[in-house]
């Protein structure tokens, strides 16, 4: 909860010097930089005929519905299996240097190009691929159905909310723990009212973070997943499909992804506000 | 929070105290990415000067259909000899997505389509240097994986269970693949509902007909519908096997060909068209098993 102290504290400006200008200037840079084409997708969107009726064909409303579906899924896949593996890398992390290993290899994820991780489940889940056969041997196939598209998701989403979660439970003292079992409170108590709501800023971040590319995945998706309409065909993939057919439904993709994130990012901003005020 | 004891910090110290083992591994990892580096440079310091942009004096950019990636990449070669002073860039994907990158201002020389459609859409946009003519022709395939027994017949794709993968609607090769499904459907031979129940089983519409070789030489889907030049192409022979469609069944795809308006160098473009519609284009196109275009009335000299 240290960063989120320090990012509230204004008075270091004029430590800044000759380097301050510089500082605007990027900023002003940057701003417009992202800010530019966000406004130009709203405007267009806006002026494009064929909009509203993009915004409520069913191509959007299957894609929407797929996305919201398969993304909440992945979240609470990667929640439900992120907090303990997290909790475990926070508190022996520090003394086994094979949780240490493990640790970064699970980010990896994070700097590989999804589409790689789609060849790669493919190569691992696919018919022909390492456990396909097996799979197969039981009924399953995995390719190409909705179970593939949260594959993917969780396999790119997964990282971003145990990197924080790790970083959350990390921050709080085991010191905290041992003096609350030391009072008779259970591990699994201890860990509910105490472990769980003094890291939960970072929980909250990761989550929506993990969520935010669960929603956005692309790449790994249509490698092994496939592009079908109400099946496979998440957001990201039907925006791709539609600017080749009708800029109209496209646009109207992209603006509801738009708020998807905005909404998200203002949804945490209050809640990590919240906890960050109520906190001593 | 604001408090933190001493025994606490005294622990986390502790707890972040280096390891050799994870350091050895960050160091091996960052060896790597320097080798990966160095080697990335030393390939490009070493390709070929012919390879680099900017040794030749002009470098025509052609966007093709994703079908003719082969018989282009031969074409683009052979021009290359023929006009030692001309670099020819290739730029494959769906025609869709070639459409819709000149649409948004991609700049090209040269653009051949798979299908009338896309190239009537840069017409009406404005965005042709020239009337735009025929210089191939294909047919549809269908294909499946060598290990696969599922689709022997055509009649097969229908069968409840089987998965097939076929490009999108808007790809040409996905248009063909509805159109030659529908003729089907219309014929005695199948059932009324054929081509409903094949695009039952689709279980991915690729962006281009690429992807659809590419889904059953993996073996991922028990079939795919894909031109005839693609189920011959050498990267998927031994992978696939080859069923064929009917004439009566088959659509001819006819390939137009256009120079771009915005073309800095309209002639070169033009040279290059001409090329491929001489003798020695068109056999190379031949080798690759396109036919000529058939003579038919070309709606693009209409307009």
């Not at chain 1, 509801?256 to 905005?262: D, E, K, P, R, T």
């Not at chain 2, 280096?18 to 990415?33: E, F, T």
């Amino acid at each position: 909860m240290m960063m989120f102290k320090s990012a509230a504290n204004g008075n270091r400006i004029a430590s800044l010097g000759a380097l301050a200008p510089a500082g605007v200037v990027a900023t002003v840079v940057y701003v417009l930089f992202i800010g530019l084409p966000i406004m130009a997708l709203l405007v267009r969107a806006g002026q494009q005929e064929g909009f509203l009726a993009g915004l409520t064909g069913p191509l959007v409303l299957q894609a929407l519905r797929l996305t919201v579906i398969t993304s909440v899924i992945s979240l609470a896949v990667v929640v439900v299996i992120g907090t303990p593996f997290a909790l475990l890398l926070a508190r022996r992390g520090p003394t086994s240097r094979l949780l240490r290993v493990i640790d970064t290899f699970v980010e990896l994820p994070i700097v590989l190009p999804p589409v790689v991780a789609g060849v790669a489940m493919l190569m691992a889940f696919g018919r022909n691929g390492l456990l396909g056969p097996a799979l197969a041997s039981v009924g399953i196939s995995l390719p190409f159905t909705t179970v593939a598209v949260v594959f993917a998701q969780i396999f790119v989403a997964a990282p971003f909310y145990i990197r924080a979660a790790r970083i959350g439970f990390a921050g709080v003292d085991p010191a905290y723990e041992e003096v609350s079992q030391t009072l008779g409170v259970s591990p699994w108590q201890t860990f509910w009212r105490l472990t769980l709501p003094m890291s939960r800023p970072s929980l909250l971040t990761g989550a929506t973070l993990a969520w935010a590319r669960a929603v956005s995945e692309f790449g790994a998706t249509i490698m092994f997943a496939g592009n079908l309409t109400g099946r496979t065909q998440t957001m990201p993939l039907a925006i791709m499909t539609t600017m080749e057919s009708s800029l109209g439904a496209a646009l109207a993709l992209a603006a509801l992804m738009l708020a998807m994130s905005a909404l998200a990012l203002a949804l945490l901003s209050v809640l990590v506000r919240r906890r960050a005020e109520s906190s001593p | 929070m604001a408090h933190v004891p001493t025994r606490g910090s005294l622990l986390r110290r502790r707890r972040f105290a280096p390891a050799r083992c994870y350091n050895v591994a960050v160091m091996g990892l960052k060896i790597l990415g320097i080798a990966a580096v160095v080697l990335g440079l030393a390939l490009v310091a070493c390709a070929p000067a012919s390879q680099r942009a900017g040794d030749a004096e002009t470098t025509l950019t052609v966007f093709a259909a994703a079908s003719l990636a082969e018989s282009f990449r031969a074409l683009a070669a052979a021009y290359e000899i023929a006009h030692p002073d001309t670099r020819v860039a290739l730029n494959f994907a769906g025609s869709q997505t070639l459409r819709t990158q000149l649409e948004h201002g991609a700049a090209a020389d040269v653009f051949a389509s798979a299908n009338w459609e896309h190239m009537a859409t840069i017409k009406e946009a404005g965005l042709l240097g020239n009337a735009p003519e025929y210089f191939a022709a294909n047919r549809l395939a269908v294909i499946t994986p060598v290990d696969s027994d599922a689709v022997q017949t055509l009649t097969d794709l229908a069968r409840p269970g089987v998965s097939v993968a076929i490009a999108s609607a808007e790809v040409p090769a996905g248009a063909y693949a509805r159109d030659s499904l529908d003729q089907m459907s219309m014929d005695e031979a199948y059932p009324g509902d054929f081509a409903a129940a094949v695009l039952s089983n689709v279980v991915t519409n690729e962006a281009s007909v690429r992807g659809v070789a590419q889904k059953v030489a993996l073996g991922e889907v028990d079939a795919g519908i894909v031109y005839e030049t693609d189920a011959a192409a050498h990267q998927y022979a031994g992978d696939i096997r080859v069923l064929e469609i009917p004439l009566e069944y088959n659509p001819a795809a006819r390939y137009p060909i256009a120079a771009v308006s915005t073309s800095a160098q309209l002639e070169a473009a033009l040279a290059f068209i001409q090329f491929i519609q001489d003798d020695s284009g068109q056999a190379i196109l031949r080798e690759f098993g396109f036919v000529p275009p058939a003579n038919v009335a070309c709606p693009c000299h209409a307009g």
